[in-house]
């Protein structure tokens, strides 16, 4: 298994470390075959807070093709999240991914890159719900039905309605890609 981990700049720290966490504990302490591959649009991402990740590929070296899943975390407006989580070449990943049926697994407004692509028009999601719900409301102006819930599922995709889902949404889709039985294994010895 490949999970691909795509990086804005801008991006939440615990959002993407979530995703870091559980499926190196997967890997590492229950022999789960499973790949983490980080992405950006530069080699070098700047998130929230100035927290800086070298990432392992650039988005012209990812193909759709090599990977079961695509992560995609939230981000700050303040720190230019939407500056690359809206790029065309992300946009077109996102694409590839849902022709393919792959997962896709989103926390918080990580959803609305997924929305602007036009795979979650006519299917139901969530993102941010807090400070007057409005990136639900850009969201839904992407033809999305909003389910104020923590996670949403929707065939294919996982979307999350705040940082506090993180892990919540890593270990949903440490399951959809290996089995219930372990992420439950995962889930009890990382105290959750």
């Not at 991402?45 to 800086?52: L, M």
Request: charged content about 25%.
């Amino acid at each position: 298994m490949r999970l691909l981990v795509f990086l804005a700049k801008g991006f939440e720290t615990i959002e993407f470390s979530a995703f870091i966490d559980v499926m190196g504990w997967a890997k590492t302490d229950f022999d789960c075959d499973i790949e983490t591959v980080i992405c950006g649009l530069n080699s070098k991402v700047v998130g929230s807070f100035n927290v800086s990740v070298l990432v392992d590929k650039t988005i012209e070296e990812v193909s759709a093709d090599d990977y079961d899943a695509l992560a995609i975390p939230g981000g700050f407006e303040e720190f230019g999240f939407y500056e690359e989580a809206y790029n065309e070449k992300l946009l077109d990943l996102i694409r590839q991914f849902n022709s393919q049926k792959k997962w896709i697994a989103t926390v918080c407004v990580g959803a609305l890159p997924v929305g602007k692509s036009g795979v979650l028009t006519g299917r139901r999601a969530t993102t941010y719900h807090l400070r007057g719900a409005h990136k639900q409301k850009v969201l839904q102006e992407f033809g999305v039905t909003i389910v104020n819930e923590p996670i949403v599922v929707d065939d294919n995709i996982i979307t999350s309605y705040c940082p506090q889902t993180s892990y919540g949404v890593a270990l949903l889709l440490l399951e959809k890609l290996t089995s219930f039985r372990e992420m439950t294994l995962v889930k009890e010895a990382m105290g959750f």
